[in-house]
């Protein structure tokens, strides 16, 4: 599986982005994908999961009630609707997927993840 993330940019504090991630090769129903971010100087942190399946999802309690995470499978494409962005949410946006059976609880776990996108720079200014 190969992921290709794309939708950073450079916007301001209460813009909107949607950010996406296409997958290639097979992605099965069991398949829980991810986006997890990185800001300069600190370590990577789960943003949010979802079961490819279109079950279960998490948010880290940072975007909760602002990013609405969803995919279409029938494009093989994961987004990240991103709402009310803040300064703080200023990173580099990765997605991810497994086809590990994971419980959601566990979605938060970036060692759970087998596949890796090159990541989307997100700039929030103020």
């Known amino acids: 599986v190969q992921l290709q993330a794309s939708g950073g940019g450079s916007v301001q504090t209460g813009d909107s982005l949607r950010l996406s991630c296409v997958a290639s090769?097979?992605?099965?129903?069991?398949?829980?994908m991810g986006w997890f971010r990185q800001a300069p100087g600190k370590e990577r942190e789960f943003v949010s999961g979802i079961r490819w399946s279109g079950g279960r999802t998490e948010y880290s309690d940072s975007v909760k009630g602002r990013f609405t995470i969803s995919r279409d499978s029938t494009k093989k494409t994961l987004y990240l609707q991103m709402n009310s962005l803040k300064p703080e949410d200023t990173a580099v946006y990765y997605c991810?997927?497994?086809?590990?059976?994971?419980?959601?609880?566990?979605?938060?776990?970036?060692?759970?993840?087998?596949?890796w996108g090159q990541g989307t720079l997100v700039t929030v200014s103020s």
């Open positions: 090769g097979s992605i099965f129903s069991r398949y829980v």
């Open positions: 991810a997927a497994t086809g590990r059976i994971i419980h959601s609880d566990n979605y938060l776990d970036s060692r759970k993840y087998d596949y």
